[in-house]
């Protein structure tokens, strides 16, 4: 009845089998989406307003898309971002993607909400393998002081602080599943209410407080590149980079968080001719996340100016619904689609990627 592997052709492909084959609470809490998820289906229809402008007789025989993120080599441009609560998925949760990031040569974030621990999430990382931090940033800083050096300590190589979550986003889908804190792993210290869904329940300890002022202090305790994730505006692109941070996520956080929410590639379709106007294009990297299931999204994103891109739930409907057979299927695909799309547009590299490779005209105006 279950599609073998081999069927499923694109990342969606795996959308499709785990919608049927997951269990109601985590295909609830990993498909959800804030309010009546527009920004969530906005975030697919923004890459569908971007257009190819391919250049031909290019000797593309050999193209390379490896690229250096934070000042770390990958194989391709996107990294499995942080999305908690593995084990509702797959009994043995996020090390199925560390071991798939590490066949991959791909980079892995590790959320402070993993459903497995921290350690045994960096234990199962190959040699040389490597991974960031998610913070969600607890009221209690001795907590987080914590969490960050023995992050650093163990050899994550960047701090990405979530900052679009001082409130959790109200997911109405997760909410009827009545989360029965299954799969977690609450770090949190305190009695849980699960009456409002998987996310609420187990993120109460979230100072909304966090503010710019807090980046210094950040700074004095680690050393690890910073990089703010979930930035909307190019105001606040400006903001990090006076703030003195290594990198921005642009990300409406999958849709989860405020509705009406932008999508991250017209965000960053209005960021970077402004940093290029103040000349600060080459200051902070930048990446995206949000609706990311095809090559040429990826392609479109690299071309208006974006270092790399997160991927999240289609990793957990592979994992959910293959276990690691299917994260490496899913990774392997997009290889595959990446080498095509590369030759295709006309690039040898990831720096022959650039803006008049894209028409973006109708992002803005549809
Ligand atoms: C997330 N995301 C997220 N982000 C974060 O900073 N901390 C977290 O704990 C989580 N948890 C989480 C759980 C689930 C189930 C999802 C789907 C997402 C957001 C995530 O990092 C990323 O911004 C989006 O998932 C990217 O969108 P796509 O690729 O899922 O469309």
């Known amino acids: 009845e279950m599609p073998l592997l081999e069927q499923c052709y694109n990342l969606l492909d795996f959308e499709a089998v785990a919608r049927r084959v997951m269990k109601k609470t985590a295909w609830g809490y990993y498909s959800s989406a804030a309010d009546d998820e527009i920004t969530l289906r906005e975030n697919?229809?923004?890459?569908?307003?971007?257009?190819?402008?391919?250049?031909?007789?290019?000797d593309v025989e050999k193209v390379d898309f490896s690229t250096t993120m934070l000042g770390t080599p990958c194989s391709i441009p996107f990294y499995v971002t942080a999305t908690a609560l593995g084990k509702l998925g797959h009994a043995e949760g996020e090390v199925v993607l560390t071991r798939s990031s590490a066949k991959h040569n791909v980079i892995q974030m590790i959320p402070t909400l993993a459903s497995c621990a921290f350690d045994e999430i960096v234990g199962a990382a190959g040699p040389g393998q490597v991974q960031w931090l998610q913070l969600y940033v607890n009221k209690d800083r001795a907590i987080t002081q914590r969490i960050v050096q023995h992050a650093e300590k163990r050899g994550c190589k960047g701090l990405f602080i979530t900052v679009d979550a001082p409130q959790l986003g109200r997911r109405e889908k997760d909410m009827r599943m009545k989360f029965t804190d299954e799969g977690s792993n609450v770090q949190s210290g305190q009695a849980t209410d699960t009456s409002q869904g998987a996310a609420r329940a187990?993120?109460?300890?979230?100072?909304?407080?966090?503010?710019?002022?807090?980046?210094?202090?950040?700074?004095?305790?680690?050393?690890?590149?910073?990089?703010?994730?979930?930035?909307?505006r190019v105001e606040d692109v400006v903001k990090a980079i006076e703030a003195g941070v290594q990198g921005v996520v642009l990300s409406n956080h999958g849709g989860r968080q405020l509705e009406f929410s932008r999508s991250a590639v017209e965000v960053l379709a209005e960021t970077m001719p402004v940093l290029r106007q103040l000349g600060l294009e080459n200051?902070?990297?930048?990446?995206?996340?949000?609706?990311?299931?095809?090559?040429?999204?990826?392609?479109?994103?690299?071309?208006?100016?974006?270092?790399?891109?997160?991927?999240?739930?289609?990793?957990?409907?592979?994992?959910?619904?293959?276990?690691?057979?299917?994260?490496?299927?899913?990774?392997?695909?997009?290889?595959?689609?990446?080498?095509?799309g590369m030759r295709l547009v006309g690039a040898r590299n990831v720096s022959e990627l650039n803006p008049t490779l894209v028409d973006a005209r109708s992002l803005f105006n549809h």
Not at 205 to 219: C, E, H, K, V, Y
Not at 292 to 311: E, H, M, P, Q
């Open 44 to 58: 697919h229809s923004a890459f569908h307003r971007i257009w190819f402008r391919p250049r031909v007789l290019i």
């Open 202 to 232: 187990i993120s109460s300890f979230i100072d909304p407080g966090l503010s710019w002022d807090d980046i210094p202090w950040f700074q004095s305790i680690t050393k690890m590149p910073i990089v703010l994730k979930g930035v909307q």
């Open 283 to 340: 200051k902070i990297e930048i990446y995206v996340d949000g609706g990311i299931r095809r090559a040429t999204d990826i392609l479109k994103a690299l071309c208006l100016g974006a270092r790399g891109v997160g991927i999240g739930r289609p990793f957990l409907y592979a994992m959910s619904a293959y276990g690691q057979d299917g994260v490496d299927r899913a990774m392997q695909l997009l290889k595959d689609e990446m080498e095509m």
